[in-house]
């Protein structure tokens, strides 16, 4: 059974920086596309960033282009989110999700529980 465990968020000031961290387990990490989403209060969840399990591509949402990097370790079956610059606006719960697909920002069937993620001005 699949499960990712997110990590690293906190509470942080504008300008600052956090490295998320999604670990998995229950799939064959190598094989799936990581993804982060995230979701403010009183709005819906969007997408953030994904990487390719096929040739490491990677997209982004483009609230958070050039300020947040996404990555993978296969050996250690984690992804990572490096969030830097924060803004307020950043403020969520950051989830961590997985797919089979390639190249897609929709139909994550796998998710963590998520991490606060808390951006004071």
């Known amino acids: 059974q699949a499960q990712l465990v997110e990590s690293g968020g906190g509470l942080v000031q504008t300008g600052d920086s956090l490295r998320l961290s999604c670990a998995a387990s229950?799939?064959?990490?190598?094989?799936?596309?990581m993804a982060w989403f995230r979701q403010a209060p009183g709005k819906e969840r969007e997408f953030v960033a994904y990487?390719?399990?096929?040739?490491?591509?990677?997209d982004y949402a483009w609230s958070v282009k050039g300020r947040f990097t996404i990555s993978r370790d296969n050996a250690k079956n984690t992804a990572y989110l490096q969030l830097n610059n924060l803004k307020p606006e950043d403020t969520a719960v950051y989830y961590c999700?997985?797919?089979?697909?390639?190249?897609?920002?929709?139909?994550?069937?796998?998710w963590g529980r998520g991490t606060q993620v808390t951006v004071s001005s």
């Open positions: 999700a997985a797919t089979l697909s390639d190249h897609t920002r929709t139909g994550y069937p796998n």
């Open positions: 229950g799939i064959t990490f190598s094989k799936h596309t």
């Open positions: 990487i390719s399990w096929h040739d490491w591509a990677t």
